[in-house]
């Protein structure tokens, strides 16, 4: 049962020093031996695992297509855990591409997205914490993003979960010796240090599933919807907020007649933009259509920005959307802040507010830090540990619930056994978090993302 | 070379006539298959050549488990019982494990008979010298005289006398335990036949004189007020007859140990077998536990009849005057004399990893190990796998299924899991932590996780079984009734509440949830609990440990059930793993060597890493 050999460029495309293409399979060195041409004349397969060779790239007809460096892996003291070569070639998408090309063509297939992780997880290179972060990284979509998938990839999360599991099996090891020598004069269990000992990991627990949420929001962005009666400046706060003319700008009230959507990056977060028709009654049927849709987008965003008209009063309009606004998570923008203020603040208390001008620019930087701020992730610091995927979280707070019912049993004045059985669940979901203990939920896992067995 | 003479035929032999070799023997007997038993001292069947005790923690679990299926050990425990007591009582159900102290010579006598009356098995004194599987397709065992026996599957429960040698001090000697012959040549014959052999030790203490003790130096240890006995059979609780005595080791006694260390056979280096971890010997513990002020010694009765008391603890393989020096400075024992000198012994055995899971050798059909020759340690450990050996072989020849207990079922499936897929590299002793399901396998509940599966093999009469139903639906019908019953606040009521230290009731409550405050009991509601039927121990037992611990035994439940899916994935038999791409070479030669039935399995083996097993799965999908 031989897999295929495959290929992909490893760097990211664009401008840059160099390029690397890489080859990971058994005939990864064969593969690379057809199209790379040492000046030493040495054969790329006569080289040893880390040794590399300077030539060049060459094409069927033997014509140079650049010149490179290759470096040969091999299995399994390679990332994969394959043998592998990487063409190191000149920077720039055109040479790049063409020397992937060339590889293909001497029999390596193109490497789907995360395809040399999952072959490094199945060779046991990466535990699944890491394996899941990889994948995290390649889909990342903004610097905080890939922060947090890079601090997976270094194995924080099993550090951190290492430190609670073997408080965990030091109190599972003292439960065990307690049952299996009554007759030996061991001293009796500390419960105190017990209680202490639980509450510790519970708080750890805690800590790690705290960070989910943020973790979520800037790793997948958050669906934030702008949203105000019809010429307040919605589109120009759109448009300031994604630096470019996403949305279509005039002073006619009701220009934006349906939902108009982009992502942006704000601080740390990603947002899923929508610029919404400005709510008001309207005889309009098409209007009332994109009304409709700016409601409805209410109701599914995680984020609203309402944005009001600093130069005039609120009326009955404004007055309605602060309503059916009030129970979510929202920010007050108060735009055209280069007019005269004439709205009364007092009438808006309750809700954060952050004074702008779309128009001019002015508060953006105010605006972003109360977005990151709003969404737990201003908090977070950058090596935090953050847990990425709901799988993981899932087992985390297993463990923590497990942990509380052992607290719980401890303190009711439960036979120890019983706290036993509770400890034991906890080191169970623990060991799942890192992928050391199998179970189908991690199998799940693994068919799911690395899209195995075809 | 001797002149062979052809003997009988049977189905199935059993060599060694310890407690592995009674149960081995027994249950295809009474499945109908025509055995034999060798012993190489018909007197000594069932000898209990170290401690004179049974059960105790796991143990008294393995113990109850056999009697579940229908083994004998339980039975003969409880009809030789000197005391008994219930240990680990306030550290919860799942931990209970009931300990006896035997009667040795009575309880050989009760075996000896037990297996002289069983139809369609003989016991015979011979010593097999050779074993070998002929053209007829039938292990031949040969004894020592020449008479041929053939079989068609023979179980290996040879214990210590299986290459045994003795050693004492700078002295070593050829020789079983107890002063018995060993077993020198079949060890050469197993040799022949590639079976991995490798060789572990174990210890005694010494036997001394009751009129040489003074026991005005010792604490008396008791047996329970209210005994329990082993066997669900047994409808009598066992008599306490005997008391055991505390004493505890000095300074004198570490000071005369370290100074003659030197002349240990184990120290000095003779020793090469490998002695178990859980049973060391005194001197060991006091090399080892430096710090340790003293160490604990139970003086334990061997029996009725007779002045030999049994030192535990204190097993040693120092000179035999070095022994008398240092039990002599334990207060209490200034002026003992010794009956029998302890000693450590060291005897061939096989790596378990080479049995499967019904303890058949994989490289030999129709061979079976079990007990100390499957490198486990303990009587109740070997007379388990005596038991499964024994159905196994029969249900070979009878072309049934096989007996395979899961570790969820029971520990004797736990016990036998853990030797063919784990293996060990000391001799395997059972203890409760070696079990992920402490709480669903408790030593009250034996009976409903085993006693159907005894009475499908056909060794657990009927009138047991519908006794164990009988016991089932009381305990059912109890614990509907106690989750339906409401008490509402009352004086005296709450007055009990309030003295056992929990809250009083203000609103009706139920019975169930009042069990549930580890502050109260079963019992000690039953004077407001006006309906309660008369319902026997062990079931009120059961009804109280259910309702108690609910929670945490559905908990428990919940693991078991995850456990179960990797556990029927199963593997393919005779499957070459190196030619899985993905697998490591290590985990493809473990599992090529280890052969197992399932995922489940496949990862407890160490040397699999989860990576490994994830690799099998996607295999297996494919």
């Known amino acids: ?454 | 070379m001797i002149k062979e003479y052809l003997a009988e035929q049977y189905d199935i032999a059993v060599i060694g006539g310890g407690h592995a070799g009674i149960e081995a023997a027994l249950a295809p007997a009474r499945l109908g298959l025509k055995t034999v038993m060798f012993t190489i001292n018909l007197d000594w069947v069932g000898n209990m050549p170290c401690n004179p005790s049974i059960g105790g923690t796991a143990k008294g679990h393995l113990v109850r488990e056999l009697d579940a299926l229908g083994g004998e050990m339980g039975k003969a425990a409880d009809a030789t019982t000197l005391q008994s007591r219930m240990l680990n009582r306030g550290k919860g159900p799942a931990v209970y494990s009931l300990r006896a102290q035997i009667d040795r010579r009575e309880y050989c006598s009760y075996m000896k008979h037990a297996v002289e009356k069983q139809k369609n098995l003989d016991v015979k004194q011979a010593e097999i010298v050779h074993i070998e599987k002929r053209d007829d397709g039938l292990w031949h065992c040969i004894t020592r005289l020449g008479a041929d026996y053939a079989c068609k599957c023979v179980i290996l429960a040879t214990g210590t006398f299986l290459g045994g040698r003795i050693y004492i001090g700078e002295v070593n000697y050829e020789s079983g335990p107890d002063g018995n012959f060993p077993a020198t040549e079949l060890a050469a014959s197993l040799k022949k036949l590639n079976i991995p052999l490798r060789r572990f030790k174990t210890g005694t203490p010494a036997r001394v004189d009751r009129a040489s003790i003074d026991f005005s130096k010792l604490e008396i240890q008791d047996g329970d007020e209210d005994t329990v006995p082993f066997s669900f059979s047994t409808t009598e609780k066992p008599q306490n007859k005997v008391v055991c005595h505390i004493g505890y080791t000095n300074d004198d006694t570490k000071k005369v140990i370290l100074e003659n260390l030197h002349r240990s056979p184990l120290y000095a280096g003779d020793i090469e077998g490998v002695g178990p971890r859980y049973c060391p010997s005194i001197e060991d513990k006091i090399v080892r536990f430096a710090d340790k002020q003293r160490h604990q010694m139970f003086v334990e009765p061997c029996g009725e009849n007779t002045e030999e008391m049994y030192l535990q603890g204190m097993s040693s393989s120092l000179p035999e005057e070095v022994q008398l020096k240092f039990y002599r400075t334990i207060p209490g024992l200034e002026n003992v004399k010794v009956m029998r000198t302890a000693y450590a012994i060291e005897y061939d055995c096989i790596d378990p990893l080479a049995l499967y899971a019904t303890l058949e050798i994989k490289e030999q059909p129709g061979l079976y190990g079990a007990g100390q020759f499957n490198g486990s340690s303990g009587y109740e450990e070997a007379a388990a796998q005596g038991f499964v050996a024994g159905v196994n072989a029969a249900h070979k020849i009878l072309g049934l299924e096989p007996l395979v207990l899961s570790r969820s079922s029971s520990y004797i499936g736990t016990l036998i899991d853990d030797l063919v897929t784990k293996g060990c590299s000391d001799p395997y002793r059972m203890m409760t932590s070696r079990s992920e399901y402490r709480l669903l396998l408790r030593q009250d509940n034996a009976d409903e996780r085993l006693m159907p599966t005894g009475y499908g093999l056909g060794l657990v009469s009927e009138y047991e079984y519908n006794r164990f139903l009988e016991r089932k639906k009381l305990k059912e019908q109890e614990i509907e009734r106690v989750n339906n019953t409401f008490f509402a606040p009352s004086k005296a009521l709450n007055e009990l509440l309030e003295s056992r230290g929990t809250a009083p009731l203000t609103t009706g409550c139920r019975l169930a949830d009042l069990i549930k405050r580890p502050q109260l009991d079963y019992k000690c509601l039953a004077p407001f609990d006006k309906e309660r039927p008369e319902l026997p121990d062990d079931v009120c037992e059961k009804v109280e440990v259910e309702i108690k611990y609910e929670g945490y035994i559905s908990r428990q439940q919940a693991q078991v059930d995850e456990m179960l899916r990797l556990e029927n994935k199963a593997l393919p038999k005779d499957f070459d793993y190196t030619t899985i791409k993905g697998l490591r070479l290590e985990a493809a030669e473990k599992l090529n060597k280890i052969k197992p039935e399932n995922i489940g399995q496949a990862s407890r083996i160490s040397g699999v890493s989860p990576a490994d097993v994830s690799v099998l799965l996607i295999y297996l999908s494919k």
């Open chain 1, 1 to 454: 049962m031989s897999e295929r050999t495959i290929a992909a460029i490893a760097t990211p495309l664009g401008e840059g020093g160099i390029s690397v293409i890489r080859i990971s399979g058994d005939n990864a060195i064969d593969v690379a031996e057809k199209c790379f041409c040492t000046f030493s004349g040495e054969k790329l397969s006569n080289l040893g695992g880390y040794q590399a060779a300077y030539g060049k790239v060459v094409d069927n007809e033997k014509e140079a297509l650049d010149d490179a460096v290759a470096l040969v892996f091999r299995a399994p003291k390679s990332y994969t855990g394959e043998n592998v070569v990487e063409i190191s070639c000149h920077g720039g998408t055109v040479v790049a591409r063409q020397v992937l090309r060339r590889v293909l063509e001497c029999g390596a297939t193109l490497a789907t997205g995360g395809e040399f992780t999952k072959r490094a997880f199945l060779n046991g290179k990466l535990d699944l914490t890491k394996a899941e972060s990889v994948m995290g990284l390649i889909s990342a979509r903004s610097d905080a993003a890939a922060k947090i998938s890079r601090g997976a990839r270094e194995g924080r999360i099993s550090r951190d979960t290492e430190d609670i599991l073997n408080k965990l099996l030091e109190t599972a090891a003292s439960l065990a010796a307690f049952a299996d020598y009554p007759d030996e004069d061991i001293p009796n269990l500390n419960e105190e240090n017990f209680a202490k000992l639980l509450d510790e990991c519970y708080a750890k627990c805690e800590k790690l599933i705290s960070t989910y949420d943020a973790g979520r929001i800037i790793r997948e962005g958050i669906n934030c919807a702008i949203v105000g009666k019809p010429n307040v400046g919605k589109s120009t706060l759109m448009n300031m907020l994604c630096g470019s003319d996403r949305s279509i700008v005039t002073n006619i009230a009701g220009t934006t007649r349906d939902v108009v959507e982009t992502t942006v990056n704000v601080g740390d977060i990603t947002l899923n933009l929508a610029d919404t028709a400005g709510i008001h009654e309207t005889d309009d049927t098409v209007e009332q259509f994109g009304v409709d849709r700016a409601k409805q987008k209410i109701d599914n965003a995680e984020l609203l920005l309402a944005v009001f008209d600093s130069s005039l009063p609120l009326d009955d309009d404004d007055k309605k959307l602060l309503c059916s606004i009030r129970d979510k998570k929202c920010i007050v923008v108060l735009n055209k802040t280069d007019l005269t203020p004439v709205l009364n603040k007092n009438e808006l208390n309750e809700f954060e507010i952050i004074e702008i001008s779309a128009k001019s620019g002015s508060g953006y930087n105010t605006l972003c830090s109360a977005i990151n701020h709003i969404c737990k992730t201003a908090m977070l610091s950058p090596d935090d540990t953050i847990l990425i995927n709901e799988r993981q979280r899932d087992c985390v707070n297993r463990a923590l619930n497990a942990v509380s019912a052992a607290r719980d049993a401890l303190n009711m004045g439960m036979t120890l056994d019983a706290v036993g059985v509770c400890v034991d669940d906890a080191i169970a979901a623990l060991l799942e978090l890192t992928g050391k203990r199998v179970t189908n939920e991690v199998c799940d896992e693994i068919f799911k993302r690395f899209c195995v067995g075809k």
